[in-house]
């Protein structure tokens, strides 16, 4: 399935206020990490929080809510998550943790659950991972650069950024401007052009806004832990929910760029195949899923 095994896909968003204000989208991850750890569900979540520099997170261990909205939103660099997780069990003390992942993340922690050499007294530990949908992600530098000379616009002034309808979207207190998704080629992570996975196929639960009107997100929920955390507080109230049947543009959209991800990276998989240099995952003339068995 191109867009992983799941247990339902619905549309959704926070109800509170404050998550609504701040968040990306439809407030998805920063709800169900609140909720979780209110609940007892999660002792912290590791997240992408901010730092001095703006737009360059660095990885945090949120022990309260206050701490898990202070990292509300996308950026659109790289945090590595995956490496506070040893850090929120030895120095944090942590049994059960949350964390946020985009694609390359999620496949790690999953290894590690799979294979723990080494981490088994980590592995376990992880109660909730959940992810984002991600088509490239920009090392700190490139995302600078380009905004500044795509948009013409001062990257300190920069308040949010998106992507959407084929589109990079800058927001600055008095103006939106956008990029044409085409132009950032070539600045993303070289990582990137390798990866199958857009819709975070291998997370508890994955979110993202493509397929949703503004201010909602897409949720898939993928594994029993995923469905209890969401299920609960979706009857909590906390988080509402339409039929994807109702939304436009829906998963055609969504179907249409995880192809096209799978399509481009298997197209240099092979391509760096055929010149004998390493790759993640086999060619597209074996049969093997890449993603099977992690």
């Known amino acids: 399935m191109v867009l992983g095994t799941y247990k339902e896909v619905v549309a959704a968003r926070s109800t509170d ?8 989208d439809g407030g998805i991850v920063s709800g169900l990490f609140c909720y979780a750890l209110d609940e007892g569900l999660i002792d912290g979540a590791v997240v992408a929080g901010p730092t001095d520099v703006m737009w360059k997170p660095e990885p945090m261990v949120a022990l309260t809510s206050d701490e898990i909205l202070a990292a509300a939103g996308t950026k659109y660099t790289f945090s590595p998550n995956v490496w506070m997780l040893k850090e929120a069990v030895r120095q944090y003390g942590l049994e059960k943790v949350g ?50 000379e795509k948009a013409g616009v001062d990257f300190d002034l920069v308040e949010k950024m998106d992507i959407g309808k084929g589109k990079f979207w800058i927001e600055t207190a008095d103006q939106t401007l956008t990029i044409p998704l085409k132009e950032t080629h070539g600045y993303e992570q070289n990582a990137c052009k390798v990866c199958l996975d857009y819709v975070c196929e291998l997370t508890d639960v994955s979110t993202g806004s493509v397929g949703t009107p503004d201010g909602w997100s897409t949720v898939f929920v993928r594994t029993d832990a995923g ?7 979706v009857e909590a109230g906390l988080i509402e929910t339409k039929s994807m049947d109702d939304v436009k543009p829906g998963l055609g959209l969504l179907e249409k760029l995880a192809t096209d991800k799978k399509t481009k990276a298997m197209k240099v998989i092979d391509e760096r195949k055929a010149m004998g240099l390493p790759v993640p ?12 068995n992690v």
């Open 17 to 24: 206020k404050q998550i609504q204000k701040i968040a990306q």
């Open 99 to 148: 964390t946020v992942a985009i694609p390359c993340q999620s496949m790690g922690i999953r290894k590690m659950q799979s294979y723990p050499f080494g981490v088994r007294f980590l592995a376990d530990k992880i109660a909730l991972t959940l992810g984002i949908f991600c088509m490239e992600n920009f090392p700190y530098e490139s995302l600078r650069t380009f905004i500044s």
């Open 227 to 233: 469905e209890t955390v969401f299920k609960q507080a």
């Open 281 to 292: 995952y086999k060619g597209s003339g074996e049969k093997e899923d890449p993603l099977a």
